[in-house]
């Protein structure tokens, strides 16, 4: 069968990449190539950088009014939402999540375009009160330049909307590097760009192994900030990449995330938020629940509630309603997580449920992991320290609310935290003991276009949606203007 081709877009224009290289991705439910992208270069990301650059500083986008801008982004909302089924059935062949989460995820991306284009034309500076009379002083709030955005594969679409709609509504351009392992989407979405009118080398992508065109991204001369999503290792690189140029930064990174479970919980509510906070996206979000702390008077039901609940899940095609667990999104994943799960039996943690490939023979081809629950885990083990990112999940015991902070807090990440109580003084108290950028009480991986988002310590720098992240992509600039008669003495600062 004949692989489809996609190709980036730069300048307004359809390439390939400079030596005309190719490299393919693969359909994680069945391990099949199934399409072929552009394998770019330092020169592409030289050419789509370039023009970014001039699309920012000629042509009709500087130009054009706030106002204008928000309607682009309104439009472009409006053309995701009439194309989210088919955007979100490419992001399942692309990375194996389950359809119904995708084009859930498809279908709320429109209000991200929508929000910051509204958003476009209420950027505002101020005129200052100061202490100089003579003075007239004021404010403005103005975009950055070329904004490289570079995102990751567990869900390409949302990730990259994140920052997409905010640095265009402030009025920067945009060159995207998408994962090597989920490129298509993002190539589709530029059709939809162009189709909503955006000028010219505005928004340009660029794909291929970021070792190849990661420190020609991150370093050229006329790129204003990067903005990436993705492992802690790899964005420490981008951000020493960055630092190079004194570049500004947006870091969303890696977590390690306690979901805390009290004794006088509902423990029905707790368990599905559990569940739904490892297993769901086969547990390949930065915010999973993965540490699950769980009070010790409860320990033993919450853990015999959940390996039930768990051992009763659907493993199977992603685009299947039926399905409740797909496959890992690449082959060298599910490696890792598998050797995750052996580091966690060799360290004395005790499996309570899966901790292998499932047997189904219809399964065999895909990259799938079992869901994987430990018990008897220490805080100190690695399976409890180190970012995972799939359907593995350790119980941990503890005794009290300080016992329950000093677990939480003992972890370089800080991205997100859960707390399971009925009790309203803990429920409010507990959280501002928590180190971490987002903590859900009774709920878990509730996202809104208008909350902010982001990690404490090394989960990340910067936010993420709200009203926040707008301010990610503008700089301040204050304006004086002289009212004397006169210039005074050139040789005392005033």
Known sequence: ??????????????????????????????????????????????????????????????????????????????????????????????????????????????????????????????????????????????????????????????????????????????????????????????????????????????????????????????????????????????????????????????????????????????????????????GQTCIAGSRLLVQRSVYEEVSRRLVDFAAQAKLGNPMDAATQVGPITTQPQREKVLSYIEVARSEGARCLLGGGRPEAPELAQGWFVQPTIFGEVSNAMRIAQEEVFGPVLSIIPFEDEDHAVEIANDSLYGLAAGIWTTDLRRALRLPDRIRAGTVWVNTYRAVSVMAPFGGYKRSGIGRENGQSAIDEYLQTKSVWINLAEDVPNPFVMR
């Open 1 to 282: 069968m004949a692989l489809e081709r996609f190709r980036n877009t730069v300048a307004g224009r359809a390439c390939e990449s400079a030596t005309g290289r190719w490299f393919t991705t693969a359909n994680p439910f069945d391990g099949r190539d199934w399409a072929e992208l552009p394998r770019c270069g330092p020169e592409d990301a030289e050419a789509a950088i370039e023009a970014a650059h001039a699309a920012f500083t000629k042509g009709p986008w500087p130009a054009l009014s706030a106002t204008n801008r928000g309607k682009l982004l309104r439009r472009l909302g409006d053309l995701v939402a009439r194309d989210a089924e088919t955007l979100a059935a490419l992001e399942v062949r692309d990375n194996g999540k389950l359809y119904a989460e995708m084009v859930g995820q498809l279908r709320y991306i429109p209000e991200w375009f929508h929000y910051y284009g509204g958003l476009a034309d209420k950027i505002e500076g101020g005129v200052l009160p100061l202490d100089k009379p003579d003075l007239f002083t004021y404010t403005k709030r103005e975009p950055l330049g070329v904004i490289v955005c570079i995102t990751p594969w567990n869900s390409p679409l949302m990730l990259l909307t994140w920052k997409l709609a905010p640095a265009l509504a402030a009025g920067n351009t945009v060159v995207i590097k998408p994962s090597e392992f989920t490129s298509c989407s993002t190539l589709a979405l530029m059709d939809l760009v162009r189709e909503a009118g955006f000028p010219d080398g505005v928004v340009n992508t660029v794909t291929g192994y970021g070792a190849e065109v990661g420190p020609a991204l991150c370093e050229h001369r006329h790129v204003a900030k990067v903005a990436f999503t993705g492992g802690d290792a790899t964005g420490a690189a981008v951000y020493a990449a960055a630092a190079k140029g004194i570049k500004h930064v947006t870091l969303e990174l890696g977590g390690k995330s306690p979901n805390i479970v009290f004794a006088d919980a509902n423990l029905d509510h707790a368990v599905k938020g559990a569940i739904s906070g490892i297993f769901a996206a086969s």
